[in-house]
């Protein structure tokens, strides 16, 4: 039995492995190299810290910001404000 792929979309879960998304071959060898194993770690890192990434160019970087719904314009992913307040200590 073949195990099928996911497209990528900006819906799927931080905890997503790599391996099991539909990405080009060049992008997972690229993400793999690096040691980059969930969508999660892709989205934290930055623009430039991806494109530092052997076989990984300007394209690549914008179909990975594209299709897991990441805005490039400050490299990295902004983190969801606390839904009930700052934590009181």
Same mark, same amino acid.
């Given at each position: ?9 900006? !819906?799927?879960? @931080? ?7 539909? *990405?080009?071959?060049?992008?997972? $060898?690229? &993400?793999?190299?690096?040691g980059l194993?969930?969508?999660g770690e892709?989205? !934290?890192k930055s @623009? ?7 076989? *990984?160019?300007?394209?690549?970087? $914008?179909? &990975? ?25």
């Amino acid at each position: 039995m073949t195990d099928l792929l996911i497209d990528p979309t900006p !819906e799927l879960p @931080d905890d997503t492995p790599i391996d099991r998304v539909q *990405l080009p071959t060049r992008v997972r $060898n690229a &993400l793999a190299d690096e040691g980059l194993k969930t969508l999660g770690e892709v989205r !934290e890192k930055s @623009d430039e810290e991806l494109l530092r990434l052997q076989n *990984l160019g300007e394209n690549s970087v $914008n179909y &990975l910001r594209t299709t897991l719904g990441i805005p490039s314009h400050a490299g990295v992913r902004l983190t969801c404000p606390r839904i009930f307040g700052p934590k009181i200590t």
